[in-house]
Nanobody, 116 residues
Framework: QVQLVESGGGLVQAGGSLRLSCAASGSIFSRNVMGWYRQAPGKQREWVAIITSRGDTNYADSVKGRFTISRDNAKNTIYLQMNVLKPEDAAVYYC??????????WGQGTQVTVSS
């Protein structure tokens, strides 16, 4: 059974910061690449940042330089440090394995709201 528990979202003013956490089951975390995704109302789910088991990272252009993804392999947890948040960053954020096509099963996500 897939277990993904995201936390850390909230309401923040533009320019502020949040740190998201995601605890994943071993069956998910054992996959090589983990990622953060987000979905805003009326939009498709999009990937935001990915990280390999070695710690190599990649970011969507829209968040590059502002977001930092990290992982703790001992805790089966990944993190997303989000700085200089913009209203367009508002969305429900999810973590999951980075696969194509997207995974079938997802956690409940964590809501990020950015006020202008």
């Amino acid at each position: 059974q897939v277990q993904l528990v995201e936390s850390g979202g909230g309401l923040v003013q533009a320019g502020g910061s949040l740190r998201l956490s995601c605890a994943a089951s071993g069956s998910i975390f054992s996959r090589n690449v983990m990622g953060w995704y987000r979905q805003a109302p009326g939009k498709q789910r999009e990937w935001v940042a990915i990280i390999t088991s070695r710690g190599d990272t990649n970011y969507a252009d829209s968040v590059k330089g502002r977001f930092t993804i990290s992982r703790d392999n001992a805790k089966n947890t990944i993190y997303l440090q989000m700085n200089v948040l913009k209203p367009e960053d508002a969305a429900v954020y999810y973590c999951n394995a980075y696969t194509t096509p997207l995974p079938r099963d997802w956690g409940q996500g964590t809501q990020v709201t950015v006020s202008s």
